[in-house]
């Protein structure tokens, strides 16, 4: 059995990660052993919408710094922060149905520049590597930094660990595992609440620090990181080992 590290939320909560006590030299960020590292596991959640025509906006913000030395991960700090929305700055019964969050805790919130210039002084001056669950939370950052004229230069070395985990567990091109889901593949409990910003990092971040010397991260630009279109309005139609099938399910419900 793996360790565990304890980690302290914002709010005082506080969570178990297990660490990996050793990898491969040539593995995950393709460093030396003796170099000091930082990964930002992040997640993002968003405002529910059902039609074309609708702007889903970035409504909570949630990471976890993973710092790894001399070849050794373990989870440093926590970074949560609600975000108001400003093309519609109310939220849908949907949105706090799907992710429990209600327009109190977005009323009074930072606009997306300043939670990502928060983000961004506590990710610090030391080179990083950025990492999501999927793509769409990589996609719905650069829209929205686009759609308000928010420098994108922050966003660097970004990996997808669905991609990475997929790769490394050999499963079929183009399948995509949900997140909890993989953390039952690798034996790993889901703690928090899932579709909440911080506890679907910390949960990410599980995964990285279990698997962290069987995973390559790479180093990259944001014009050098391509990936798949994703359709993003919620449908509720064939939703195996996708990421938003219990979205589709719940929308499904109250049609």
Known sequence: MLPEERLSYNN????????????????????????FV????????????????????IIEFGAVKVVVRNGRPEAA????????????????????LFTGIRQE?????????????????WIGTTEYY???????????????CKRHGIPLDWMINHNDLQRLLSK??????????????????????????????????INTARILLKMYDRLQLKKNRLSEYAD???????????FANQPFAGLSALLAERD
């Open 77 to 96: 700090d926590t970074f949560q922060t609600f975000v108001r929305p400003v093309v519609s700055p109310r939220l849908t019964e949907d949105t706090t």
């Open 105 to 121: 805790q977005v009323e009074n919130a930072p606009i997306l520049a300043e939670a990502i210039r928060r983000f961004t002084d």
């Open 130 to 144: 950025l990492c999501s669950w999927g793509p769409d939370d990589r996609r719905q950052l650069i829209a929205e």
């Open 168 to 201: 490394e567990l050999r499963l079929e091109k183009h399948q995509q595992i949900g997140l909890m889901n993989a953390l039952e593949m690798l034996g790993i409990p889901f703690t928090g609440s899932h579709h909440r910003a911080l506890d679907d990092a």
């Open 38 to 57: 930082t990964v930002i596991v992040y997640d993002l959640e968003m405002s529910v919408r059902r039609k074309k025509e609708q702007v889903a906006e």
């Open 228 to 238: 798949p279109e994703s359709e993003v309005v919620y449908s509720t139609g064939h």
């Open 12 to 35: 005082g909560e506080r969570f178990c990660a297990p660490v990996c006590r050793s990898r491969r030299p040539d593995a995950a960020t393709g460093t030396d052993r003796g170099v």
